[in-house]
């Protein structure tokens, strides 16, 4: 168990299970990558949910084209009538899945015997993820009380189905096309080749919302700082009015790319970035599983390291506060502190740093 998976070319149909949105689907890859391998011949289909709210992106936006999913179904979170589940599991018989990977949600535990007796009675016989591998709660490390990453986890609750070696770089590979880099390329071309920091500050929370006038002052001093270097924003159509207010800081050549791309033509043009700055967010986690440093103001609405960006060489400015671990979506009592004590300073000390180490790793 847990070593690298032997492939079954028996398995003609594997269905896969996950929730969540830009974020959620990033972290995911390793494990989506395990499954690939492990059964190369299977057609995967993934059932997952349309956004949660507007400004997200779905898991189709971000894995279709990447040739480790198949096809999507989409299901309503939230709302679901029985009409709704008997439709799904009608559906799933149709299919005759031999094969369900189920990546639960974090937080959601709760429901994995509600879930397990829904799959059963679609006719699925062979699960994974489903508490063979142990606890699908996250580990803390008893010394250091560091939290198991959610990336961590997911993997964990896959062991019987093999290694998904989340070390790898070649596991968190979204497959871009050629099409998908050329966008970027066109969308990057009045740069005309200069280095460039990268940043997305929006975010759908206004606990993890480190605030426009913070990231325009960030902006205002690191453009002093690296006269050299260029400034591109992204985000949804949503964030471009704050993008501009924030690139207006910026002195020297600057992008707003708000709304103008795909998640996947986004992460096109981060792995190109020099460093990537934004909160807990999708654009984030992209970075990272493209291999670009972040640095990023975290709110303590979550645990220690269970969604950081993955991988080593990132920067993460997160103050401890007694509320932390709190999961709100809006903070009124402590007025989100825990992002708002995180200063213009502290943040670009940490840029300051990523781009030192960058500068000693070149060769």
């Known amino acids: 168990m847990g070593g690298e998976a032997v492939p079954d070319n028996t398995i003609k149909r594997v269905l896969i299970y996950r929730i969540g949105s830009l974020g959620d689907t990033v972290i995911t890859l390793p494990c989506l990558h395990l499954v690939a391998r492990a059964f190369p011949r299977a057609k995967r289909v993934m059932v997952t949910n349309r956004p949660r709210v507007s400004r997200s992106a779905a898991s189709v936006a971000v894995l279709e084209g990447s040739g480790l999913i198949d096809k999507f179904w989409l299901i309503q979170i939230g709302v679901k009538t029985w009409m709704d589940k008997l ?10 899945p031999q094969v369900l990977v189920y990546l639960s949600e974090a937080g959601r535990v709760k429901y994995l015997h509600r879930d397990r007796t829904f799959f059963r009675l679609a006719g699925i016989k062979r699960i994974y993820g489903m508490g063979d591998g142990g606890s699908l709660e996250h580990h803390v490390d008893a010394r250091s009380y560091e939290w198991e990453p959610e990336a961590s986890r997911l993997a964990r609750s896959l062991r019987n189905l093999g290694d ?9 590979d979204l497959h871009l096309t050629p099409a998908e880099r050329r966008v970027a390329s066109e969308k990057l071309a009045p740069l005309h080749g200069m280095r460039f920091f990268a940043c997305a500050p929006g975010s759908n929370r206004q606990t993890t919302d480190w605030g426009r006038e913070q990231w325009r002052a960030l902006s205002e001093e690191l ?9 591109v924003l992204l985000g949804s159509a949503a964030d471009n009015a704050m993008a501009d207010q924030i690139g207006a800081g910026w002195k020297g050549p600057k992008l707003n790319l708000c709304g103008q791309l795909a998640p996947r033509e986004t992460a096109a043009v981060l792995e190109r970035a020099a460093l990537y700055m934004g909160p807990d967010s999708g654009p984030m986690h992209l970075a990272a599983a493209v291999g670009t440093k972040c640095v990023a103001p975290f709110s303590a609405r979550v645990m220690p390291k269970v969604w950081f960006p993955f991988g080593t060489g990132h920067k993460v400015i997160l103050h401890k506060t ?7 979506d809006t903070c009124v009592a402590e007025k989100h502190r825990c992002m708002t ?20 790793a070149r060769p």
């Open 87 to 96: 439709t799904l599991l009608l559906k799933i018989r149709l299919y005759r």
């Open 164 to 172: 998904a070696a989340i070390e790898r770089p070649e596991n968190w």
């Open 223 to 231: 453009s002093q700082a690296y006269p050299e270097m260029g400034m």
């Open 322 to 328: 007694d509320c932390a671990g709190c999961w709100l």
């Open 341 to 360: 004590s995180i200063t213009v300073d502290e943040m670009a000390q940490a840029v300051a740093a990523s781009v030192n180490d960058s500068v000693v």
